[in-house]
């Protein structure tokens, strides 16, 4: 079964540089969720859409910015990179027509190092 | 949100049975609970959700008390390859097509030979 698609799986940056990670949910998927993950640390949920429009707001800094296209894929841009942006960043996927319940399918994440 | 509260660790010898209890005190009546396993560096994979009494499928069992204020997550007879982070997550519909997961710390079971 196709999964969730995430590009790139790696990325390095500098301090101060932009990054743009995409996500490719799963087909007759419309909703996906952003979620951050430092070394060590619990995943944490950044910002979520559903059909086009942002539909929720975690702890997503004002630096960040992200948004989901007419295909359903959705981008997450970054700038004014620091060096605690270090981490991986995982998008998953739901379907709330499938259940009530919004099952969330995450993808392989990226790994972004900031230096 | 409902915070959830789950052993930080758990050890268990291969073919063993494995029950990590999750506590959810605050669950809403809405609420579904559900378990991911998470492998370092991979994406959480979604194992088992219920919303009460028994759930099974091919990879484990989810019982949840009348009360719902509890879950527990059965791994019949592990496998090394059952070494993982465990997550309890209750989910809490937004009302925009939104059902966020707050993350809380899970349960690093480590199977041993």
């Known amino acids: 079964a196709a999964g969730v698609i995430q590009s790139p799986r790696h990325l390095i940056k500098e301090k101060r540089e932009t990054a743009t990670l995409k996500c490719y949910p799963i087909?007759?998927?419309?909703?996906v969720y952003w979620y951050q993950q430092g070394p060590g640390q619990d995943p944490q949920f950044l910002i979520s859409f559903y059909e086009k429009m942002q539909s929720d707001k975690g702890s997503i800094p004002d630096r960040f910015s992200a948004q989901q296209f007419s295909d359903y894929h959705s981008e997450l841009n970054m700038s004014s990179l620091e060096l605690g942006d270090s981490a991986l960043y995982f998008c998953?996927?739901?379907?709330?027509?499938?259940?009530?319940?919004?099952?969330?399918?995450f993808g392989p994440g990226t790994r972004l190092t900031v230096l | 949100l409902a915070k959830t509260t789950q052993p930080i660790s758990m050890d268990s010898y291969e073919g063993q049975e494995v029950n990590i209890t999750c506590s959810h005190n605050n669950i809403a009546t809405n609420d579904y609970i559900t378990w991911y396993q998470q492998f370092p560096s991979q994406g959480p994979r979604f194992i088992i959700q219920g919303y009460k009494t028994k759930v099974t499928n091919e990879v484990a069992s989810l019982f949840i008390p009348a009360d719902r204020k509890s879950s527990t997550l059965s791994l019949p007879r592990v496998s090394l390859s059952d070494t993982a982070v465990y997550y309890c997550?209750?989910?809490?519909?937004?009302?925009?097509?939104?059902?966020?997961?707050?993350f809380g710390k899970g349960t690093k079971l480590s199977v041993i030979p």
């Open positions: 998953a996927s739901a379907s709330p027509i499938s259940s009530s319940t919004d099952t969330q399918y």
């Open positions: 997550l209750v989910g809490a519909h937004t009302g925009a097509g939104s059902y966020q997961l707050t």
């Open positions: 087909p007759r998927h419309d909703t």
